[in-house]
Nanobody
Framework: QVQLTESGGGLVQTGGSLRLSCAASTDSFRRYSMGWFRQAPGLERQFVAVHFRNNNNPYYADSVKGRFTISRDNARNTVYLQMNDLKPEDTAVYYC???????????????????WGQGTQVTVSS
């Protein structure tokens, strides 16, 4: 079992920045691809970004490309999501997920992630 704990959410004004963190309780962190998803009220969980376990090529949803950056620190078993130029439509609960079997064609499929954190709320005021 892998426990994921997100932190760093909060209330920010339009154009502001936040940095989310997701700490994993595993010594096998390097074996997992790590993704960020978000879910707004009444909507399905939506892919935001992913960092594969075995390369440094992240992938992003078009809606966040150029504004968000995903990174990981394997020594700290932590994945980050730096969010800049935030917009009201970014308001959601943000979740990190871990997958040992992710491939490029499935990064947007939440069912391909084995473990999830409890989520952290991000609210962007206009």
């Amino acid at each position: 079992q892998v426990q994921l704990t997100e932190s760093g959410g909060g209330l920010v004004q339009t154009g502001g920045s936040l940095r989310l963190s997701c700490a994993a309780s595993t010594d096998s962190f390097r074996r997992y691809s790590m993704g960020w998803f978000r879910q707004a009220p009444g909507l399905e969980r939506q892919f935001v970004a992913v960092h594969f376990r075995n390369n440094n090529n992240p992938y992003y949803a078009d809606s966040v490309k150029g504004r968000f950056t995903i990174s990981r620190d394997n020594a700290r078993n932590t994945v980050y999501l730096q969010m800049n130029d935030l917009k009201p439509e970014d308001t959601a609960v943000y979740y990190c997920g871990a997958s040992s079997r992710l491939i490029l064609s499935t990064i947007r499929n939440s069912g391909q992630y084995d473990y999830w954190g409890q989520g952290t709320q991000v609210t962007v005021s206009s």
